[in-house]
């Protein structure tokens, strides 16, 4: 087997063997052929191959986060790593682990007008764990130095779940070889992520602010599925001392818990009845705005467990941070509330989850064709195993208008909510997990915002795509404040006419339309069908229609008394 001759790329590549760190998307250029070839002609690694460097970084996210451990990018100078930016703050904020590998100029050209030459060393600033120039190395005091080095940015990576960044500026020539039997001299130094315990004192501070409260509730926000965390989260929704919220990014099913969140919120309304005293927050990113809105209206005291940032505040009331397990603390906490004074919140808002749904199937059952009933077809055209990852902007929050009754796992880049890679990240999730169909439910803008997605030779068989084209950013239409300026068609809502037709043909993907109900059932059929193994696309045409108006008629429905 060959590899590169360079001393620190072997080195490196050897750390990452041992930080079993399988997978690597490279993008083609010659001042990263160091690490193209070290990678490439090592068959530990799977390699993929992705032009577009911001796409391909949103693929790594996504395989990344069906793997549950690090993937690693790999690019050359210039340009091309800002271009990995997007998805580096998506995994920095998703906390999905990514190695970031970006070759660099000799340091002494830097600002001399040479070619692909920039300012590179710590270009991702504060949304890296951690950063490190790696230099050629010239004798073994280097050498050990670098050792450590990527060690603590390997292990970072999988232990604190997010992206590393190694700069390395290679000089010419790039691509002389020798001949390696695969191994070379390196040890990983490990360290374990630590397991975090609640303390007694913690114990006394959760005790005495549930003995003050009589109004509790839970707030999962975005986390995978996890069975004995989730079995312990749906006890908690059942005993009903607790109303226990959810999202379909929260990966929780059950009758008990509160979801829609917005549409069960418009059946509450002002009655502080139902606004908590005491709110407990898990997971990560919550996407009601309403729901953020409402607590930090509230008043009630927050407890956060295990949040990114120890003083998180999203709902503005935070009194204990506690960063220990989940499973730990919810033990404790469930044992705590049975044996508490607290009323049943959650029977309460159980109550006004079941009229909602009966308003809710009421109106429905009733409403024209349009992104409102697109969107609900599909959530009830979609069965496990399939994965459904929403984009962000409208599509998300019309698919958190439905129950989630197929209790699949439901997936969105809600670390920064961009549109700009959902196409991507959607794609490498399905590479990895092959067995599933992997379902993207996304707008026209983010459609064509991200469809060097489906530029390259890798996209999965086991991709679909779902295009809701309403002809811009109907988003704009829905949020207060644009509609008030002369500037909402043009720009907000960035009108079009464009579609999808000739994008597929010339990547080669299957692609059909629909313009009506009819249409669209007939075709979801074909669409769903795992046996088919082709990516496909379906543009699904809304243009025209008055789509905002028919989400806000939904909302004055259930918000009548």
């Known amino acids: 087997m060959v590899t590169s001759a360079k001393e620190e790329v072997q080195l490196l590549v050897e750390l990452m063997k041992q930080s079993n760190i399988t997978h690597v998307v490279l993008s083609p250029g010659s001042r990263n052929a160091p690490l193209t070839i070290a990678i490439d002609e090592d068959p530990f690694f799977t390699v993929f191959v992705i ?114 960044h190694i700069n390395i500026p290679f000089t010419e020539p790039l691509y002389e070889q020798v001949e390696t039997n695969g191994k070379y001299d390196a040890v990983l130094v490990k360290n374990p992520a630590p397991v975090k315990y609640l303390s007694e004192v913690a114990k006394s501070e959760i005790k005495g602010l549930i003995g003050k409260s009589k109004k509790c509730m839970l707030v999962v926000g975005q986390k995978d599925k996890n069975p004995e965390l989730d079995h312990l989260i749906i006890q908690l929704a059942e005993e009903q001392k607790v109303a226990v919220l959810v999202e379909h990014t929260s990966n929780v099913h059950a009758e008990n818990v509160i979801e829609p969140i917005d549409s069960v919120l418009a059946i509450v309304g002002e009655d502080s009845n139902y606004k908590p005293d005491l709110v407990v927050q898990i997971g990560g990113a919550v996407i009601s705005k309403r729901i953020k809105k409402y607590l930090r209206d509230s008043g009630a005291k927050v407890i956060s467990v295990n949040q990114q940032f120890i003083f998180s505040d999203v709902f503005q009331g935070l009194v204990l941070s506690l960063d220990v397990e989940l499973l730990d603390f919810l033990h404790f906490f469930r044992e705590a509330v049975s044996g508490s004074g607290l009323s049943l919140l959650g029977s309460l808002w159980s109550d006004a989850k079941v009229k909602m749904l009966q308003k809710h199937h009421q109106f429905s059952a009733n409403v024209q064709f349009s992104d409102f009933k697109v969107v609900e077809t599909i959530m009830k055209s979609v069965s496990a195993p399939s994965k459904v990852h929403f984009s962000n902007s409208s599509m998300v929050r019309y698919g958190l208008l439905f129950p989630n009754l197929f209790k699949g796992e439901v997936y969105c880049n809600r670390g920064t909510s961009g549109i700009d890679g959902c196409t991507s990240t959607t794609a490498g999730a399905a590479i990895i997990d092959s067995e599933s169909l992997h379902i993207l439910l996304t707008g026209d803008l983010s459609f064509f915002y991200d469809s060097n997605a489906l530029w390259n030779a890798h996209v999965p068989a086991n991709l679909r795509i779902i295009m809701v084209n309403n002809g811009g950013g109907d988003i704009f239409n829905i949020i207060p404040g644009p509609s008030s300026t002369n500037q909402l068609s043009k720009v907000f809502v960035a009108e079009h006419t464009y579609d999808a037709q000739k994008i597929c043909e010339g990547f080669r993907i299957s692609y059909a339309s629909a313009t009506n109900q009819e249409e669209l059932e007939n075709e979801l059929q074909l669409f769903l069908d795992p046996s088919d193994q082709r990516a496909k696309v379906l543009e699904v045409h809304t243009t025209g229609i008055q789509n905002s108006a028919i989400l806000k008629s939904y909302f004055e429905e259930l918000s009548q008394k």
């Not at 996504?62 to 690090?70: F, S, T």
């Not at 999905?96 to 100029?105: C, E, Q, Y």
């Open 51 to 164: 032009t577009d460097e911001r796409s391909a970084a949103f693929y790594a996210l996504g395989m990344a986060q069906q793997l549950k451990r690090p993937v690693a990018i790999a690019c050359t100078s210039g340009s091309a790593p800002l271009n990995y930016f997007p998805a580096v703050v998506e995994a920095f904020y998703q906390q999905i682990p990514l190695v970031v590998l970006t070759a660099d100029r000799p340091t002494e050209w830097i600002d001399h007008g040479d070619g692909q030459t920039i300012r590179q060393q710590n270009a991702f600033g504060t949304h890296v764990l951690d950063f490190y120039h790696l230099v050629q190395f010239f004798n073994a005091d280097k050498k050990w130095q670098a050792q450590l080095r990527i060690s603590e940015l390997l292990q970072k990576a999988t232990t604190k779940k997010g992206p590393v």
